[in-house]
């Protein structure tokens, strides 16, 4: 089956553009999440949703990131007023399940790969 | 203090050899413990999951918790070249929702 699909897979911009990358997860997968991977580094978490809601998203650096889902499937990542070091791959990634008490593992797309000049 | 710390590498072995690979970590609320293989230009794909202490084995991949240490393992027995790749370990304190990743070791085994 389908796995996780990532557009664009490769994103050009300027400093100061807004740019949105968008998620496609696996049919069925309630949950969504997104990370931002810089050269060298491992995945560093942004936000999840379950379903339609923001569960957690203590890990948004700041309010020029915003992530929705609005109908509980395909998620879109918005970046306002770009910045050098917004350059990175951004992955996103689904899981099956919602519950705490067992492991929901998260199936990962190949990413978008961001630049800003 | 990250977290999460591991050795970037990388890390070259020949074929055949046996090869480990370790994280630390700071935060004693982590219960799931992961290792995920990345290829270059690839999503991380999880390989194996621990919840809590102990150890756990799969082919020729074995995973160790040690939560007294605060220390995690992964261990390729029989290493191949296919196994080249970048390692991410990555602990949870729920159901692996919110996850934190190590920076990853770059593996390479030679033929």
């Known amino acids: 089956g389908a796995g996780v699909s990532q557009t664009p897979s490769n994103k050009v911009t300027e400093k100061g553009k807004y740019v949105e990358l968008r998620c496609d997860p696996i049919?069925?997968?309630?949950?969504l999440y997104w990370y931002r991977q810089s050269l060298g580094q491992g995945p560093e978490f942004l936000i999840y949703?379950?379903?339609?809601?923001?569960?957690?998203d203590s890990g948004l650096p700041n309010d020029r990131f915003f992530a929705v889902r609005p109908e509980g499937s395909v998620s879109t990542l918005k970046i306002q007023r770009t910045e050098r070091g917004d350059s990175a791959v951004y992955l996103c990634?689904?899981?099956?399940?919602?519950?705490?008490?067992?492991?929901?593992?998260?199936?990962f797309g190949p990413g978008t790969r961001l630049t800003v000049l | 203090q990250k977290e999460v710390e591991q050795d970037p590498g990388p890390l070259s072995v020949p074929e055949g050899a046996i090869v480990s690979l370790n994280c630390t970590y700071s935060n004693s609320a982590f219960q799931y413990f992961m290792w995920y293989r990345q290829y270059s230009r690839k999503g991380p794909e999880l390989l194996m999951y621990?919840?809590?202490?102990g150890n756990k084995e799969d082919g020729r991949f074995t995973a160790q918790v040690d939560k007294s240490s605060k220390y995690i393992s992964l261990f390729i027995r029989d290493s191949q070249p296919s196994d080249s790749a970048t390692y991410l370990c990555a602990m949870s304190n729920t159901g692996g929702f919110k996850t934190i990743f190590g920076a990853g070791t770059r593996l390479f085994v030679k033929a």
């Open positions: 621990t919840y809590s202490s």
């Open positions: 049919s069925g997968h309630t949950a």
């Open positions: 949703f379950q379903g339609t809601g923001a569960a957690d």
């Open positions: 990634a689904s899981s099956s399940t919602t519950v705490a008490s067992s492991y929901n593992e998260q199936f």
